[in-house]
């Protein structure tokens, strides 16, 4: 069971728009902690696409977009292409004994029909 | 550009315990975070606990009795070591730069069995 939920998969064409929706609670999106989003491909290790919720670092397409409002977040494909299929999870923090504690999102598998 | 590169035993016997150590290059160990995530097949990510270069740590309070972080700022590399492993331990273990704001970037990861 993830702290952060997200639906197990979504799917699109080749060109359409997908989005995925991650939400939590008052401990942690909606304390105000930033989201990041991850994608996961087979075999590799989790890439950066979206940090402080809507930031795109350096070299991620401009199909990838994020926002975040209230207690979720939402990351958007546009332009949905077959190398986007994989596995994309969501990350936030919660307050913790010691600090703050990085949370995950269960993850949610896009498929390109 | 820095990367990072796990390494460690890929079989450990149950009850038994898990130690993997990251090679930084590339860049040096200060003045960041650094992070352990595991990915057990056929389930999401999971975060296991992060040190700061001077030492502090923080870790995932499902596995902090059995787990420990550690930083050599001589050598640019941090371990882990998770004791009394089970089966459920059995994932693909990855080191990466940050504390989750933002965790980038990753290793290629090292995949640890836990049989006996």
């Known amino acids: 069971q993830s702290v952060l939920t997200q639906p197990p998969s979504v799917s699109g064409a080749p060109g359409q728009r997908v989005s995925i929706s991650c939400t939590g609670t008052?401990?942690?999106?909606?304390?105000?902690?930033?989201v990041q989003w991850y994608q996961k491909v087979q075999g590799a290790a989790p890439k950066l696409l979206i940090d402080e919720s809507s930031n795109r670092p350096s070299g991620v397409p401009d199909r990838f977009s994020g926002s975040k409002s209230g207690s979720s977040a939402t990351l958007a494909i546009t332009g949905l292409r077959g190398e986007d299929e994989g596995d994309y999870y969501c990350?936030?923090?919660?307050?913790?004994?010691?600090?703050?504690?990085?949370?995950f999102g269960g993850g949610t598998k896009v498929t390109v029909l | 550009q820095v990367q990072l590169q796990e390494s460690g035993p890929r079989l450990v016997k149950p009850s038994g315990t898990l130690s993997l150590t990251c090679a930084v290059s590339g860049d040096s160990i200060r003045p960041f975070y650094w992070s352990w995530v595991r990915h057990p097949p056929g389930k999401g990510l999971e975060w296991i606990g992060y040190?700061?270069?001077?030492?502090?740590?923080n870790y995932n309070p499902s596995l902090k009795n059995r787990v420990t972080i550690s930083v050599n700022t001589s050598t640019d590399q941090v371990s882990l070591t998770l004791t009394s492993v089970t089966p459920a331990d059995t994932a693909v273990y990855y080191c990466?730069?940050?504390?989750?704001?933002?965790?980038?970037?990753w290793g290629q990861g090292t995949l640890v069995t836990v049989s006996s």
């Open positions: 008052s401990s942690n999106i909606g304390a105000g902690f930033d």
């Open positions: 990466t730069r940050g504390r989750g704001d933002p965790l980038d970037p």
């Open positions: 040190i700061y270069y001077k030492g502090n740590t």
């Open positions: 990350q936030s923090f919660e307050r913790g004994l010691n600090g703050f504690e990085v949370v």
